[in-house]
């Protein structure tokens, strides 16, 4: 049965022992699983990955009907779950279950999803869309956390922290952590210092620029570059994203050779491809060719030799590693 995010608090749980969260609000998903289930666990919650699931089917059906397993009551939390889990789930729901709840945590799914329609139709079972949070209520959650902690900014401050959160309320959360410690040795915190307070140092902050750059969006990558200011680590920590990412990106235009369905090439890589990076990597594929993106790999380790060699420059030299980009 479908159950509305704002009504899972008062929703009588003990009834249910499988539930489906999905969606693209993975802070929003395991900060409902920590209020309304990890508090109630205790130490008995057992985390898997699908895909160790799907490798090793008999192993996990052996521990579930395992009673001494179970001597007390367990959560089972699977992550990154797909339409593939749904066999083992229709076979342990004809199974009495009745010290255990399973919590499967997914990406989007689709309407048309086998595994979404099997949770919408059983009345035994709860199923929990959990949508992207929007400027409104990372507005609310940033004020009410700065309101229990008793500090003080501007409007033009919560906006800055809304934009460098990305959605995403972990990282609001991580921002505001940041400026609560902070606080502690200064009363009144002025925009300039929660620039500094959040700025590169924090890696998603260094993956975004690096994305937005191979992405060749000009506007965000010169914005990113503007509000830091870069030091010679920073400049290799920037460097090695790069590699990273491009050296993905060379893996997955092989796979792509053999098999043309990027979705199916994106969901089975290995490591897993997390859901908001996805559309981001098919962008940057549809931007690249394979020679380009290997040329690329050469300029960023040649880029690096010449930083290690020159510290004194190295701003100048990443700059124009990334402004390269919008010159083609």
């Known amino acids: 049965m479908i159950i509305k995010f704002h009504e899972l608090n008062n ?29 109630l666990f205790s130490k008995n919650i057992i985390n898997y990955d699908e895909a160790e699931i799907l ?25 990154r779950a797909s339409n593939k889990i ?32 099997f949770f919408e139709y059983r009345k035994d079972m709860a199923i929990t869309a959990f949508y992207e949070d929007n400027h409104q209520t990372l507005s609310l959650i940033i004020q ?10 501007s409007n033009e401050i919560i906006n800055l922290i809304i934009r460098r959160s990305k959605g995403d309320r972990i990282n609001a959360l991580n921002e505001i952590q940041k400026i609560t410690s902070f606080s502690k040795s200064k009363n009144n915190i002025t925009l300039k210092d929660v620039f500094k307070l959040t700025n590169l140092a924090e ?35 920037i460097l090695r994203s790069f590699l990273n990412k491009l050296i993905k990106l060379k893996k997955l235009k092989v796979l792509l050779k053999k098999n043309n369905n990027i979705d199916k090439v994106l969901s089975s890589f ?17 931007s690249f060719t ?14 690096e030799l010449i930083i290690k060699k020159n510290n004194q420059v190295s701003n100048h030299i990443i700059n124009n590693f990334i402004l390269e980009r919008f010159n083609n």
């Open 11 to 39: 929703f009588n749980k003990k009834d249910i022992n499988y539930y489906l969260f999905y969606g693209y609000n993975s802070g929003l998903i395991e900060e409902t699983i920590n209020k309304n289930f990890r508090t």
């Open 55 to 79: 490798n090793n089917v008999n192993e996990f059906k052996e521990k579930i009907f395992n009673k001494s397993f179970f001597d007390n009551d367990k959560l089972i939390i699977i992550k």
């Open 86 to 117: 749904l066999p083992i789930i229709e076979e342990l729901s004809g199974k009495s279950l009745e010290d255990i709840k399973i919590i499967i945590k997914a990406e989007m799914l689709e309407k048309k999803s086998k595994l979404r329609n």
């Open 144 to 153: 009410n956390h700065l309101k229990n902690a008793k500090i003080n900014l």
């Open 203 to 237: 890696n998603y902050n260094i993956s975004e620029l690096v994305d937005q750059n191979l992405l060749k969006n000009k506007k965000k990558t010169i914005e990113i570059l503007n509000e830091n200011n870069l030091d010679s680590d920073e400049n290799i920590l």
């Open 270 to 286: 290995k490591p897993p491809i997390f859901w908001k990076d996805k559309e981001i990597i098919k962008q940057q594929l549809n």
């Open 290 to 303: 394979s020679n380009q993106i290997k040329t690329l790999i050469h300029r960023v380790n040649n880029s």
